[in-house]
């Protein structure tokens, strides 16, 4: 379970034959996506994609579906491939009991920035980037952890969050990103939006997969993700410091932009393929300057296709939300006793849930 890097990841999912290296040449749309969506599709034991062939991005790749099927997720807890979601559940809620206990290591000359770019920084040129959904509104990245501190408490290292938002690609150095108001993020946002200050931030692209699921995962305002994930791993979680800022950054990253947010200005930002199966509207948002780009050598740039259910959003997010959910309901009512009846939907279900969520909005294909 020490996954130190998205890497390290992908070598097991191989040696468990969950992983498909596609070698034909593709392009970055709607070859990505259809691909994706095609993974997805497969249910249970679906594989994760690399792509190493794109056209008019020699020598880049770009992996997807990483966490997309619970034949993964089981290899990620160390399961046996065949442990099915009920058991994968229990191993959460036991694993959920030390997420305070990890530690931390910090690595000189880490991999994620063995090369550096700081001048005439064009994203368009660093990274294979496309369109996740045919109506996005440009292009996303979906799985980046993004990173941030509480501006009042600059050191305290519980109150440096990492996240997963949406972040739209909007120039060669330009990024916009939504965040909603009870995440952690705005909280350091409205600090420094009240004394009109900038403040620095991190998007790493290509991380560590307990990161990622940490991430992604609600835990309480001061509970450390990097100290949660090293709690899973049971080694320390190597981190290194920003070059631009006092920021901490997962090591082994593919990509790390380091920037800063723009205070009390917003811009258009959207549409964007979400979850539910529908496209979000356009609606002003923070920006982001871009300074810097660091990266490993030959980068794997990793995105997750988000479309109609279910998708790799939901296999990433659904045992590291119910489990919290289940954990206040026993609070609340102790003869709680965990029988607890676990369903995969079948493809009745999955038409019923997109015709719910995609009411009268456009559909993602």
Same mark, same amino acid.
């Given at each position: 379970?020490?996954?130190?890097?998205?890497?390290?990841? @992908?070598?097991?999912?191989?040696?468990?034959?969950?992983?498909? $290296?596609?070698?034909?040449?593709?392009?970055?749309?709607?070859?990505?996506?259809? +691909?994706?969506?095609?993974?997805?599709?497969?249910?249970?034991?679906? *594989?994760? &994609?690399?792509?190493?062939?794109?056209?008019?991005?020699?020598?880049?790749?770009?992996?997807? %579906?990483?966490?997309? =099927?619970?034949?993964?997720?089981?290899?990620?807890?160390?399961?046996?491939?065949?442990?099915?979601?009920?058991?994968?559940?229990?191993?959460?809620?036991?694993?959920?009991?030390?997420?305070?206990?990890?530690?931390?290591?910090?690595?000189?000359? *880490?991999?994620?920035?063995?090369?550096?770019?700081?001048?005439?920084?064009? @994203?368009?040129?660093?990274?294979?980037?496309?369109?996740?959904?045919?109506?996005?509104?440009?292009?996303?990245?979906?799985?980046?952890?993004?990173?941030?501190?509480?501006?009042?408490?600059?050191?305290?290292?519980?109150?440096?969050?990492?996240?997963?938002?949406?972040?739209?690609?909007?120039?060669?150095?330009?990024?916009?990103?939504?965040? @909603?108001?009870?995440?952690?993020?705005?909280?350091?946002?409205?600090?420094?939006?009240?004394?009109?200050?900038?403040?620095?931030?991190?998007?790493?692209?290509?991380?560590?997969?307990?990161?990622?699921?940490?991430?992604? $995962?609600?835990?309480?305002?001061?509970?450390? /993700?990097?100290?949660?994930?090293?709690? &899973?791993?049971?080694? *320390?979680?190597?981190?290194?410091?920003?070059?631009?800022?006092?920021?901490?950054?997962?090591?082994?990253?593919? +990509?790390?932009?380091?920037?800063?947010?723009?205070?009390?200005?917003?811009?258009?930002?959207?549409?964007?393929?979400?979850?539910?199966?529908? +496209? =979000?509207?356009?609606? %002003?948002?923070?920006?982001?300057?871009?300074?810097?780009?660091?990266?490993?050598?030959?980068?794997?740039?990793?995105?997750?296709?988000?479309?109609?259910?279910? $998708? /790799?959003?939901? $296999?990433?997010?659904?045992?590291?939300?119910?489990?919290?959910? +289940? #954990?206040?309901? #026993?609070?609340?009512?102790?003869?709680?006793?965990?029988?607890?009846?676990?369903?995969?939907?079948?493809? #009745?279900?999955?038409?019923?849930?997109?015709?719910?969520?995609?009411?009268?909005?456009?559909?993602?294909?």
């Amino acid at each position: 379970m020490a996954f130190q890097s998205l890497r390290s990841f @992908l070598d097991v999912l191989k040696n468990n034959g969950q992983l498909i $290296t596609l070698h034909d040449a593709v392009y970055p749309e709607p070859d990505i996506r259809t +691909y994706l969506r095609a993974a997805a599709d497969l249910g249970n034991n679906s *594989p994760a &994609i690399v792509f190493d062939n794109i056209r008019g991005y020699k020598n880049y790749r770009i992996a997807g %579906n990483i966490h997309g =099927s619970w034949v993964n997720h089981a290899i990620l807890l160390g399961m046996e491939r065949d442990a099915d979601i009920r058991e994968q559940f229990f191993q959460v809620d036991r694993l959920w009991q030390d997420l305070n206990k990890g530690e931390l290591k910090w690595v000189d000359k *880490p991999p994620c920035q063995e090369f550096v770019v700081d001048k005439d920084i064009n @994203l368009y040129e660093l990274m294979p980037l496309f369109r996740i959904n045919q109506q996005d509104g440009g292009y996303y990245f979906s799985k980046a952890c993004v990173i941030s501190r509480d501006p009042d408490e600059p050191e305290n290292l519980k109150k440096e969050n990492v996240g997963i938002y949406r972040v739209m690609v909007q120039g060669p150095d330009t990024l916009g990103m939504q965040p @909603l108001p009870y995440h952690d993020f705005a909280r350091h946002l409205k600090k420094c939006e009240e004394k009109n200050e900038s403040f620095p931030v991190a998007i790493c692209i290509g991380n560590p997969p307990w990161l990622t699921t940490m991430a992604a $995962t609600p835990l309480p305002y001061g509970q450390s /993700e990097y100290k949660a994930a090293a709690a &899973i791993m049971g080694e *320390p979680f190597e981190l290194a410091k920003a070059i631009g800022s006092n920021l901490n950054l997962p090591a082994h990253a593919e +990509y790390v932009i380091e920037g800063e947010v723009i205070p009390r200005l917003r811009f258009c930002e959207g549409p964007f393929g979400e979850f539910p199966g529908s +496209y =979000s509207g356009a609606r %002003n948002q923070i920006r982001i300057k871009v300074n810097r780009v660091t990266h490993r050598r030959d980068p794997i740039y990793e995105t997750l296709f988000i479309g109609k259910p279910w $998708t /790799e959003h939901d $296999t990433l997010i659904g045992l590291w939300t119910s489990v919290p959910l +289940y #954990k206040q309901l #026993k609070a609340e009512f102790p003869e709680l006793n965990g029988k607890i009846a676990f369903h995969i939907p079948d493809e #009745k279900d999955k038409r019923h849930g997109q015709a719910v969520a995609a009411a009268s909005l456009p559909k993602v294909k």
